[in-house]
């Protein structure tokens, strides 16, 4: 609704993760770097864990905008699963047709043979587990498994695990210790500073075609969406996307200090 007013040519607050937004903070991009890594050098697996709203997401699509075409993805989003059932949804996301019935040992042998034929066209697979603090410790002893699948100079498959802070705890766990034993990168996306949160909205706004050479916040304002929003970007994008909306309504060009501390009240994201 407020596009046309605030002369832009897109809503650059949107919470859903979108590439073109993607803001290349400092752990932003060791985070892509770390998962770039793992993958081009097939060290097997990787953890990326961060507050909800942190931006793993995000870094997830932007992953997959930078990998070539040699690269066959899985992502397994439904982390809630038993370890056959897990199995069965790597094989059903690599398009590879199985029975519901058949034991889940020949189901892995049926993903031992499909990554083996892959490393012999050249191809590099990756199995990407979103959410991954929900798996409990068979299903992730499971994968720990298939990080087991290997030739004998690389890695069949390379794993990563992407979830919020817990993750780590969980893989202290004392029976996860050849798990954590096996994760050659660990990166954990901390909330933005204080002015990597003006560098974002900045970058946002200029990206949804905003030129005019002035901020649409004002500094007050930067710094209460900075204090409200923890530095944690989803927050951040909730916030503007509603203040610019009130200042859209109340013909306000620049929103000043006093429309977040409404804003942040209304979203009942902290009372200032």
């Not at 050098?41 to 931006?55: D, M, N, P, Q, S």
């Not at 996860?176 to 990168?185: E, G, N, P, Y």
Request: charged share 25%; with cysteine; hydrophobic share 40%.
């Amino acid at each position: 609704m407020y596009k046309t007013f605030y002369g832009l040519n897109d809503t650059p607050f949107n919470v859903t993760p979108d590439s073109k937004y993607f803001f290349p903070s400092e752990k932003h991009t060791e985070a892509l770097d770390s998962l770039i890594y793992t993958i081009n050098e097939r060290k097997g697996f990787a953890v990326i864990t961060g507050e909800i709203g942190a931006g793993k997401t995000t870094v997830w699509h932007m992953l997959l905008n930078s990998l070539d075409a040699g690269t066959k993805i899985a992502l397994i989003t439904n982390s809630r699963l038993t370890p056959k059932q897990m199995v069965m949804a790597i094989l059903d996301d690599f398009g590879i047709p199985f029975k519901d019935n058949w034991t889940k040992v020949r189901l892995l042998f049926l993903l031992n043979k499909f990554l083996i034929e892959q490393i012999n066209l050249g191809f590099n697979v990756v199995l990407v587990i979103d959410e991954a603090q929900n798996l409990n410790a068979g299903v992730l002893e499971e994968v720990r498994m298939l990080s087991n699948l290997e030739t004998d100079k690389e890695k069949l498959i390379q794993i990563i695990l992407i979830g919020q802070p817990e993750l780590k705890d969980i893989l202290e766990l004392e029976k996860l210790t050849q798990l954590k034993q096996r994760i050659a990168v660990y990166y954990h996306i901390y909330p933005l500073s204080k002015e990597e949160v003006t560098k974002y909205i900045e970058h946002r706004i200029k990206k949804a075609g905003f030129n005019n050479g002035q901020m649409l916040f004002d500094q007050n304002a930067l710094d209460k969406i900075s204090f409200c929003s923890k530095g944690i970007p989803r927050l951040i994008n909730s916030i503007c996307d509603r203040s610019l909306l009130t200042g859209f309504t109340r013909e306000i060009k620049i929103v000043g200090g006093d429309i977040i501390e409404e804003t942040a009240r209304e979203l009942k994201v902290i009372t200032i």
